[in-house]
């Protein structure tokens, strides 16, 4: 029987790409790693780690507040309300029945009053600095995408223009995760750290500070498979809004986080940070529009970005756009 902590990063059999190396490079190689796995390691992506770490402390200051103070930051519960906002361990559900232990803050607006600034001074500046950096990595990448799919290079980023600017306008999410740790007495079939799914974005761009069960199913394959951790890299996956425009060449990766079996990984607590980049709402996903030659178009209904996203959001229980 495998080890459970055999990961595809000791088997060496995850595409890591460098983002120092020239633009045309890192489209080639992300061509080769989203078309084939459907996720990528990046590492020189320009992130400061420390700034990544600043960040977890700041939401561990969130947790640590009452339950009172932290629901008054509650999310809508509405499954078409706004993804701004508190979501606390157990709300949400991705595969309808298994509780997710987690602390999620959805960030899709940037002003003051709409962050616990008050609580923790400091956060709302710390935050818009960090998003302006994931929004310019999100540009690089947008860039790196279109040549890499042979459009013109500001194809994406012309229909992504206001990433977390105006969330009347755009989706773009950052969310901070903390995975409390597991005691013993809740480790069972019960519970779960974040169900299977897929993004609904074009990409996301994941932060990890720790090996604590991501995982993954490759195309084409039913087994799950643990990514494991690589200090400082940030994970990229494409999600269902990219599926559509590429006609599945980019497909969207199926990945979950378990409680994992190991008791010092699971009673160490997990943080994350999402940045779920999504196009402008009114942005139409048209796969006519890239000449991509694998065509498995089943629809002529062209939908804009924002309905593609709720239909996918309604269908999940009690999950917001990610
Ligand atoms: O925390 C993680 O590693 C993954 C979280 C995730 O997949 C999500 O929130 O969509
Ligand atoms: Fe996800």
Redesign the pocket.
């Known amino acids: 029987m495998k080890s459970e902590t055999e990961t595809l990063l000791l088997q060496n059999a995850v595409p890591i790409i460098d983002l120092e190396n020239t633009i045309e490079d890192v489209a080639t190689n992300l061509r080769e790693a989203l078309s084939e796995k459907g996720y990528a390691l990046l590492i020189n992506h320009g992130i400061s780690n420390e700034k990544i770490k600043k960040a977890w402390k700041y939401f561990d200051g969130f947790v640590d507040l009452t339950d009172e103070v932290k629901l008054a930051f509650e999310r809508s519960k509405a499954p078409d309300g706004e993804n701004h906002g508190y979501v606390s361990p157990g709300m949400e559900r991705f595969d309808g029945r298994t509780p997710e232990l987690?602390h999620?803050y959805n960030i899709c607006k940037l002003q003051d009053k709409f962050l616990p600034e008050q609580q923790l001074p400091g956060f709302s500046r710390h935050i818009n600095s960090l998003v302006d950096d994931f929004n310019e990595l999100g540009r690089f990448i947008l860039k790196a995408l279109a040549i890499s799919l042979d459009a013109p290079p500001s194809f994406f980023t012309d229909k992504h223009s206001f990433m977390l600017s105006d969330d009347r306008f755009n989706l773009t999410t950052l969310?901070m995760?903390f995975?409390p740790p597991v005691e013993d007495q809740d480790h069972g079939r019960s519970f779960i750290?974040?169900g299977a799914?897929a993004?609904y974005c074009t990409f996301?761009l994941?932060a990890?500070d720790s090996e604590?069960g991501?995982e993954v199913k490759l195309r084409g394959s039913d087994k799950w498979e643990r990514v494991g951790h690589l200090p400082g890299a940030l994970?990229i996956n494409c999600g269902e809004t990219m599926a559509i425009w590429t006609d599945q060449f980019y497909h969207a990766l199926q990945?979950?986080?378990v409680i994992p079996d190991q008791v010092d990984i699971r009673h160490r607590g997990?943080h994350?940070i999402?940045y779920?980049c999504h196009p402008d709402n009114s942005a139409l996903i048209n796969p006519k529009d890239l000449n991509i030659t694998t065509k498995q178009t089943t629809s002529d209904v062209i939908q804009n970005a924002y309905d593609i996203t709720m239909a996918l959001a309604k269908g999940a229980f009690a999950h917001h756009y990610?």
Do not use: E
């Open positions: 987690r999620a969310r995760l995975y750290r974040c799914h993004d996301t994941l990890q604590g991501l994970f990945h979950r986080v997990r994350s999402a779920f990610s």
